[in-house]
């Protein structure tokens, strides 16, 4: 995974040059209510950013010279008292307005905070703002796709960024430009040289993958591949995007040798690796794109499948005619109705009904935050298993057999999945949910140090 201090390479450089020149206002509103017409400030903090560091800060607490709801004090911890005889919006606006300048203003929600702070401008018949803003909110959510919970509290959590008074003024904004700073550094690393790369960065910079055009020296995508720390899809596309090898890896040193082979041997124009949270997912991934692999590649992923990662079974022996007549194949319901797996984000989880099991169908839920909603799920699937109206997935006959073994051994040895059939949360809920809590603390209990570091 990447590390902030490797050694940059002129991309990165060129792009660290960039972020280091941009200056940046990081700021943070507490207010009385979300209406722009009647609510009034009551807490502002600023920070500012220059060469990827905070160099001032600021925060004034302000009279709203009005009645702050009950729950906005404990939210905010800010009490009618704490803003008696502090200065009136009018008093502080032109102070405020000259320390945020002609920097990028920046906040975790700008969609609130300059609006609201522009409709302050409106009612003092001042100009509206007119700095470029970024939101590290919607960073978040572009960086680390299927992220459930992009709230400050929790970004600080990931990045080990220290938030002490939450929904106060100048600690969310100290926090929000340390998350910057971080996002700043990730963009170097991804080579982003561009200014407008940094409000619209959606699929191009995302943290669990990478992508490599042609003319890429095979030994910068295997030094790339062996800092990875989670299983991965390796995907070789040539010429309009045909799909000419996707290779799901768990963590073998032999998985390294093939992808070497491959990208020696095959005319690739893109090389990518995405990262999972476990291994099912890039085998749930190639089952979707294996008929567009060329039949000798396909049957040489699968044999290397079985070798490498259930060596003390053999892949059954197929006829021709065996593998016409078995075009539709079904994995083997008796297995188990349902699969859960760990996402990649920390505290999230997957789940599939098995006959399912397609990336489409997968549903992200938090864990233990979505404890109910999880229940919910399964009961409503568990009834329409029964009633036999799922969408059934179907497995290409080469990967339906190693996808059944490899299932039969995660469910007897509970190595990384949670396979269970329908009855089992039905009939002994208490049972289900302390098997569940188990399960998911044995991968929070792992060195898990997704997004801190990334591909």
């Known amino acids: 995974m990447n590390k902030t201090n490797s050694v940059m390479n002129e991309s990165q450089l060129k792009s660290s040059e960039l972020m280091r020149s941009l200056p940046f206002c990081v700021f943070d509103l507490e207010t009385t209510g979300g209406n722009h017409k009647n609510d009034k400030i009551i807490e502002i903090g600023l920070v500012k950013i220059q060469n990827l560091e905070v160099v001032d800060q600021m925060s004034m607490m302000i009279n709203p010279e009005m009645k702050i709801p009950e729950f906005i004090q404990k939210l905010t911890s800010i009490s009618e008292d704490d803003v008696k005889g502090c200065a009136k919006i009018e008093d502080v606006i032109d102070e405020i307005v000259a320390f945020m300048g002609d920097s ?45 919970n992009s709230n400050l509290n929790y970004m600080c959590r990931l990045f080990d960024i220290q938030h002490k008074k939450a929904h106060r003024a100048l600690d969310d904004a100290l926090a929000t430009a340390e998350l910057l700073i971080k996002f700043l550094r990730i963009f170097i690393l991804k080579e982003v040289t561009k200014i407008n790369h940094l409000y619209y960065p959606r699929n191009r910079y995302e943290l669990d993958r990478v992508h490599f055009k042609e003319g890429t020296a095979t030994e910068e995508i295997i030094e790339k591949f062996k800092e990875v720390s989670h299983p991965t899809l390796v995907t070789l596309k040539g010429e309009n995007g045909v799909i000419l090898s996707a290779i799901p890896c768990g963590g073998a040193k032999i998985e390294i040798e093939l992808i070497q082979k491959r990208c020696k041997e095959l005319p690739w124009k893109m090389v990518s690796i995405n990262l999972y949270g476990d291994f099912i997912e890039p085998i749930i991934q190639l089952n979707g794109i294996i008929n567009k692999l060329s039949s000798t590649e396909r049957n040489e992923i699968v044999k290397f499948l079985w070798t490498h990662h259930l060596p003390k079974k053999k892949a059954p022996a197929k006829t021709a005619k065996e593998d016409a007549e078995n075009q539709a194949n079904l994995i083997d319901e008796e297995i188990a ?15 599939f009904p098995l006959s399912s099991m397609h990336h489409k169908s997968q549903l992200i839920f938090r864990y233990p935050g979505h404890k109910k909603k999880l229940i919910q799920y399964i009961n409503s699937k568990s009834s329409r298993l029964t009633a036999n109206k799922l969408k059934k997935a179907y497995f290409h006959p080469a990967l339906k057999d190693f996808v059944e073994s490899y299932l039969a051994e995660e469910k007897s040895e509970k190595k990384s999945l949670f396979l269970f059939k329908k009855s089992f949360p039905m009939g002994k809920p208490d049972d289900f949910v302390a098997e569940l809590d188990l399960f998911m603390a044995q991968k929070m209990n792992k060195s898990n140090n997704y997004p801190k570091e990334f591909i």
Request: proline share 7%; charged share 15%.
């Open 104 to 148: 990028i203003l920046v906040a975790h929600n700008t969609a609130f905070d300059v609006p609201f702070f522009n409709s302050v401008l409106r009612r003092l018949d001042r100009p509206e703002l007119t700095n470029k803003s970024l939101c590290t909110n919607l960073m978040t959510k572009y960086l680390i796709p299927n992220l459930l």
């Open 337 to 351: 109705d349902f699969i859960i797996c760990h996402h990649l984000v920390p505290e999230q989880m997957i789940i």
